[in-house]
């Protein structure tokens, strides 16, 4: 501490400095553990409790939990826990049993490298990261349930992360009940015959590994080839979001090759529409709804097969959402990787040897054959990524594959293309090209000098010839024309109507039919990684995967010697993944009793993806200890279960970033819906309310090269930055300690104490936007404190100054006023606000001569939410016994929210005529007309008519008659 402090220490020992919040502080903390103050009970079970306490009203509040990094916690990381547990504190003071507790995520890539580099044990670098933020943490005074915590990497915790993979397993999805259901009730329904086996064999003619593989064509979590970015270079796969725009390894800039490997899905694809419905009942951001919307991506369209000239067995099936646009299709486009260009046969062959007769120049590439011109273009679009391929601004590039195929509804002969804008993955790689109404296909028709046909009357008056135009007409409202055919004619119909006429056509025909298409694809939930949860499946001779009976659970992650993937060269694609697991043999291979004796086994050595862990976590801490079941009923139901009038129940508050708009919350999500399905839940939603609050950001200082240097260490001068004498940038960004500007809570804490902290981050600014962190700004709320004590406790001798009078008219309604206003601010999330207001009725009561006791009380009330080591020392200072965390919240008395009267004067031709008792919050015009109806004023006006009327609310209205 400063010199100065210690001066103003000698003089008034008693003063609320940073030494003494220290000690408050500390001595609460630990009163609060021994006495499990934070502690929520269960209605039963082995965390049961007080029955009254269990018989109010619940609230489950909840943060997205940490990951334990080695660099510890800057002080933007507790920003949301700061805010949920003031949320928290408010709702225990409220009358509310409060779940609030916070656990560790803490599988995941960093605490791997981090071996690879060290050869520490992941599990011993983790759970010191973890001592480490508990102990930060704990600094900050937050009122956690601590039987509650745990980490993902808990072999209690991971049994039942396995244990719900084996239920997914063991589960297929019934399109008629739309529900999951257990894969016995499907082997049944095979066995019986009342489902067709795939196929259309009798299920006792089946194998065992031709049964698994049918099974494996419903079951929830199922093993396929599925095309994934292989990275040789870092010797794993990855995912999409973890591969840049140039298709290279974001981690090491290696390059990433398409490659099919056989990897565990999880088949979300199925809960598409449930995903999408229950949004709506979810009190979420409507931003955070509309991501997962479009990450669903539901399209409603049709598919239409388009006959290849000259190949009867071939077709190219397209998806489009304008099927009532298929008289303007004028080509046909498949993607570089369909079927028609690649490996099919059947397709293949439609290729033919030579261009055909009349093939436009620009077509060819320049190449010889269309074989040549197709494998040279393949070659070119393998080098891209999606978002490359699809980027609109860029010039269309494609080639003619020397194919025709056929309209169906006009008979007309359509040149197939290959050409990059078209993704493999979506839809079926094919479309129909209608270049007068989709950008995309005009752009490439112009490119290409390809036929343009208008179909959809303009809405505007460019006219129906769009070799004259400048844009595509891509309206869905209006007109069809130009379509009359065989059987059909979708003339004069508006858009919607001729879809579902074109539908029914195509579908009457057998060439096609209405279908819904998702962006959505299956979860890949292999990863090649040591740092996870194993798969507690192991695959027998043949290859047949089992899962392991649940008494075989936990399976424990073997200690292996080297943590690393095998690595190859970055550019040969021609390599597989070998996982850490894998290198362990005597693991690998074990002999095992599923039921039909000791067989030889081999363990699945792929590990779940980061995820997992945190997909079912809110209900690990509803019933944190239980190892018979993944959640007792009981506890569920009381903590997660659906609230009245909702169809869903679930976490009554979840805070985190924005950034978990859409994996996380959708992973969750579905795992809810499949537990809720086979019965293990009673809520299908895990979280009701999500609020994503903003970032604390910082000042990066860069100097010349762009390098940042240390925030701490650079000097302002005339709006200018210094640092080491040399001028440098200031940008605002993100904390880190990679930008040498991060802050940590603990300095602050030592500075001002954790109440200052708390209350400096909860007052920046409203919660959900960002802010910039300022050191020199925290002292303000360190004065708020130092005023509160000042009014509370004599700085010379310790002693309490308040005096048992009752509080005066004006203080009454300050107090109130604040109350009331704290009060709704605090129950929505305005902590700024509600710190505003606190401040303010602190000022006032700075000013009285003497603080009465009630005054004191309640303003110890009011702040204990946000400042809750102060609070809970004065009010042990001031006699009650008791912890201030569950007193009750004060009530604001209405009586003295109304505003006080006031007299205003209404005058004629400058005589006082009336006077009327009006609030002081009257308006102009308000005023004007109570006091032209006051009888008296009537009376006084006789029935003259008024020339002006001059109004000063609220006291004076001065009336000129005619
Ligand atoms: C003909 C058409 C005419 C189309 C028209 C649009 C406008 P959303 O809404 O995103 O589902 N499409 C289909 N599959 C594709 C793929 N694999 N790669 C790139 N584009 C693809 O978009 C569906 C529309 O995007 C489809 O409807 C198709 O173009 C195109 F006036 O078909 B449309």
């Known amino acids: 501490m400063s010199e100065t402090n210690t001066a103003a220490e000698v003089a008034a020992p008693h003063r609320y400095t940073a030494a003494l919040a220290a000690d408050i502080e500390a001595r609460w903390q630990d009163a609060w553990d021994a006495e499990g103050t934070y502690e929520a009970p269960n209605p039963s079970g082995d965390l049961a409790g007080d029955p009254a306490v269990v018989a109010r009203p619940k609230k489950f509040i909840m943060d997205m939990f940490p990951y334990p990094s080695g660099a510890g916690l800057h002080v933007g990381h507790p920003l949301g826990y700061i805010a949920t547990d003031v949320y928290a504190r408010y709702h225990r003071m409220t009358g509310h049993n409060v779940l609030h507790t916070l656990g560790f995520d803490a599988f995941g890539l960093p605490a791997e490298q981090y071996a690879v580099q060290t050869g520490t044990h992941p599990r011993v670098s983790t759970e010191a990261n973890i001592v480490n933020m508990k102990a930060q943490l704990r600094r900050l005074g937050l009122g956690h349930d601590k ?9 209690a915790y991971y049994k039942w992360t396995q244990w719900i993979f084996l239920q997914i397993f063991n589960s297929w999805y019934d399109e008629e009940a739309k529900k999951a259901r257990p894969i016995a009730e499907l082997v049944e329904q095979f066995e019986s015959g009342r489902r067709e086996v795939p196929g259309g064999r009798a299920w006792s003619e089946l194998t065992a590994a031709e049964r698994s593989d049918a099974l494996g064509e419903y079951r929830l979590a199922y093993a396929s080839e599925a095309p994934v970015n292989w990275c040789p270079g870092l010797g794993t796969v990855l995912a999409n979001e973890e591969v840049t725009a140039d298709g290279r390894s974001e981690r090491g800039n290696f390059p990433v090759f398409k490659s099919k490997l056989r990897q565990w899905n999880m088949r979300i694809t199925a809960y598409a529409d449930r995903l999408l419905e229950d949004l709506d009942a979810l009190d979420w951001p409507e931003a955070i709804k509309l991501q997962q919307r479009n990450w669903i991506g539901r399209s409603v369209g049709a598919r239409v097969d388009f006959a290849v000239e000259g190949h009867a067995e071939a077709a190219v099936t397209v998806f489009t959402t304008r099927q009532d646009t298929l008289f303007g299709a004028t080509y046909l486009v498949v993607a570089p990787e369909h079927p028609l260009v690649t490996e099919d046969e059947a397709h293949r062959s439609a290729i033919p040897a030579a261009w055909p007769e009349g093939t436009h120049e620009d077509w060819t590439g320049g190449h010889a054959t269309p074989a040549e011109a197709v494998a040279a273009y393949r070659k070119e679009a393998a080098a891209k990524s999606d978002v490359e391929r699809q980027a609109d601004a860029k010039e269309k590039t494609g080639v003619f594959t020397g194919v025709y195929a056929v309209n169906p509804v006009s008979g007309e002969k359509l040149p197939v293309f290959t ?17 007068a109404h989709d950008s995309r296909d005009f752009a490439f028709a112009r490119a290409f000098d390809l036929p343009m046909r208008c ?56 060439i096609g039919e209405a279908t819904v298409n998702y962006r959505l694809r299956d979860w890949l939930f292999s990863r090649q990684r040591y740092w996870g949860e194993p798969f507690p499946i192991v695959y027998d001779e043949q ?86 079941q993944l959640v007792s009923p009981e506890a569920e139901q009381y903590w997660m279960g659906p609230r009245e009038g909702q169809p869903h129940g679930g976490v009554d508050l979840y805070v985190g970033g924005a950034e978990h708009a859409v994996l996380h919350l959708l992973y969750a999500r579905f795992w809810s819906k499949i537990l809720f399905d086979l019965g293990h839940v009673s809520s299908a939603e895990p979280f009701h309310k999500l609020y994503n609050q903003g970032m604390i950001q910082a000042y990066v200082y860069r100097d010349a090269r762009g390098f940042p240097v240390p925030a701490t260490e650079v000097e302002e001068r005339e709006g200018a930055y210094y640092f080491q004498g040399e001028k440098v940038s200031r940008l605002l960004g993100k904390m880190g300690k990679s930008l040498k500007n991060a802050v940590t809570p603990d300095e602050i804490c030592a500075e001002y104490g954790a109440d200052t902290l708390r209350l400096y981050e909860m007052a920046m600014g409203p919660l959900d936007v960002s802010r910039p962190w300022d050191t020199r700004a925290v002292v303000g709320q360190y004065r708020l404190l130092q005023r509160l004590w000042r009014n509370v406790v004599d700085e010379a001798t310790g002693e ?69 080591h102060i609070a809970e020392e004065l009010w042990r200072k001031l006699g009650r016994s008791g912890s201030v965390v569950h007193a009750d919240f004060p009530v604001a008395d209405p009586a003295y929210l109304v505003d006080e009267a006031v007299i205003c004067v209404v005058q004629i031709k400058g005589k006082v005529k009336a006077r009327l008792e009006v609030p002081p919050s009257i308006s102009d015009e308000e005023l004007e007309k109570v006091a032209l109806g006051d009888p008296a004023v009537v009376a006084a006006l006789g029935g003259a008519g008024i020339r002006k009327v001059i109004v000063r609310a609220p006291k004076l209205v001065n009336i000129v008659p005619a």
């Open 147 to 155: 039987r509650r915590s745990f980490a993902t990497i808990d072999p």
């Open 419 to 435: 050409a990059d804008y078209v993704l493999m993955g979506y839809g079926t790689g094919a479309i129909m090209a209608v270049p």
């Open 455 to 510: 179909v959809v009357q303009p809405a505007d008056d460019r006219g129906t010839d769009p070799a004259a135009w400048a844009e595509s007409f891509d309206s869905y409202d209006a007109e069809i024309i130009n379509s009359a055919g065989e059987g059909i004619s979708l003339d004069g119909l508006v858009v919607s109507d001729a879809k579902a006429r074109m539908a029914e056509w195509l579908t009457e025909r057998g």
């Open 543 to 628: 290859g047949v995967a089992h899962a392991l009976p649940e008494s075989m659970l936990p399976l424990e992650l073997p200690e292996v010697e080297d943590y690393s993937p095998r690595t190859f060269e970055p550019d040969d694609a021609d390599t597989e993944p070998e996982t850490p697991l894998s290198r362990n043999e005597d693991w690998v291979n074990v002999t095992l009793d599923l039921g039909d004796g000791p067989k030889r086994y081999r363990r699945e050595t792929n590990t779940m993806p980061n995820w997992a862990g945190s997909c079912w976590y809110e209900l690990r801490y509803v019933d944190p200890h239980n190892d018979q």
């Open 800 to 868: 309490v100054t308040v005096v048992d009078s009752e509080a005066d008219d004006a203080t009454l309604r300050a107090l109130h006023k604040a109350i009331d206003g704290v009060a709704q601010d605090l129950a929505n999330l305005r902590f700024n606000t509600a710190i505003a207001k606190i401040t303010e009725l602190n000022n006032h009561v700075t000013k009285l001569r003497e603080v009465p006791r009630s005054v004191a009380e309640a303003m110890v009330l009011l702040i204990a939410p946000l400042a809750p």
